[in-house]
């Protein structure tokens, strides 16, 4: 009956564990040294943070 509040849910996970995933990558690439790496995967994180948090205030409404 409700399913749409299922997909916000779903789409707004799967979101937020890309954004963790690509963190986590940078964090293996700063340790490994490779800091050019490090600030492009960084930059990659800042903007699916930026829309995760877009999709959270448009599913808020």
Known sequence: ???FFRKSQ???KKRQQA????LHEAMTAQRQGDIRRYSE???QAAK???DLQ???ERASK
Do not use: G, T
Not at 19 to 22: G, H, P, R
């Open 10 to 12: 779903s789409e707004e």
């Open 19 to 22: 954004y963790e995933a690509k």
């Open 41 to 43: 995967l960084s930059e």
């Open 1 to 3: 009956m409700f399913n």
């Open 48 to 50: 699916l943070y930026a």
């Open 54 to 56: 877009a999709h959270k």
